[in-house]
């Protein structure tokens, strides 16, 4: 495969992945080639790998002989997705908290900054920035479990949360103050390398924001 084809197609699978996620592509909806073709400039057979590539990673559904669809969302499935993330998420804040040095803790730092100032936003009523919320939000739980020193583990967890992040884009609501003090409860204990607090505390703000979608999809 040449340089260019390969950056074709990742491009091609970073831009219909983004559009499954913040739901541009609906849940459900077929994923017909030509449309594609025209849509995202690919050929089939870039279009036929992305989308083989993503129903491998959950987010495609192939049945055979019947082309491509977006999977649908269910509050089963999304159960299932928060269950998970509790078990990868809470383990390798554990390690992180262990492993972390200085660098870590400054970028924890910056990280929950920026959530911090944008939460606030919210609270006084600004709207107008939810995917650059929902970024920073990322941002801070990659910054929590980065020095956990497990490539794989990172690899799966980056696949959940984006699982995950596709349910909070539907139903693109905020918690209000009390997620804001569960992350800065997530934060304190992180930075005193208090794992098991940290972890409880994780462990509280996914259930909560779990229960929180699910109500929302209803």
């Given amino acids: 495969?040449?340089?260019?084809?390969?950056?074709?197609?990742?491009?091609?699978?970073?831009?219909?992945?983004?559009?499954?996620?913040?739901?541009?592509?609906?849940?459900?909806?077929?994923?017909?080639?030509?449309?594609?073709?025209?849509?995202?400039?690919?050929?089939?057979?870039?279009?036929?790998?992305?989308?083989?590539?993503?129903?491998?990673?959950?987010?495609?559904?192939?049945?055979?002989?019947?082309?491509?669809?977006?999977?649908?969302?269910?509050?089963?499935?999304?159960r299932e997705i928060a269950q998970l993330r509790v078990l990868l998420e809470c383990h390798a804040l554990r390690l992180s908290?262990?492993?972390?040095?200085?660098?870590?803790?400054?970028?924890?730092?910056?990280?929950?900054?920026?959530?911090?100032?944008?939460?606030?936003?919210?609270?006084e009523g600004d709207e107008s920035e939810k995917e650059a919320w929902k970024r920073y939000d990322l941002e801070f739980h990659q910054a929590l479990i980065s020095a956990c020193n497990s490539s794989n583990l990172l690899s799966l967890h980056a696949t959940l949360y984006d699982k995950y992040l596709r349910y909070q884009m539907l139903v693109l609501t905020h918690r209000g103050q009390e997620a804001v003090e569960e992350h800065r409860n997530i934060f304190a204990a992180a930075l005193a390398r208090d794992a098991d607090s940290a972890s409880t505390a994780l462990e509280t703000h996914i259930v909560k924001g779990l229960d929180h979608t699910v109500g929302a999809m209803r």
């Fill in 97 to 123: 908290i262990s492993n972390g040095d200085t660098e870590w803790e400054g970028s924890l730092v910056a990280a929950h900054h920026k959530l911090h100032l944008m939460e606030q936003r919210l609270l």
């Fill in 1 to 78: 495969m040449s340089q260019r084809t390969a950056t074709v197609g990742t491009s091609t699978y970073q831009k219909i992945k983004r559009d499954i996620i913040f739901g541009a592509l609906e849940p459900g909806a077929k994923l017909k080639l030509d449309s594609l073709k025209e849509r995202y400039s690919a050929s089939l057979s870039t279009l036929r790998e992305t989308l083989n590539r993503l129903a491998s990673e959950g987010f495609v559904d192939a049945p055979v002989q019947r082309g491509f669809f977006v999977k649908p969302v269910s509050a089963e499935d999304l």
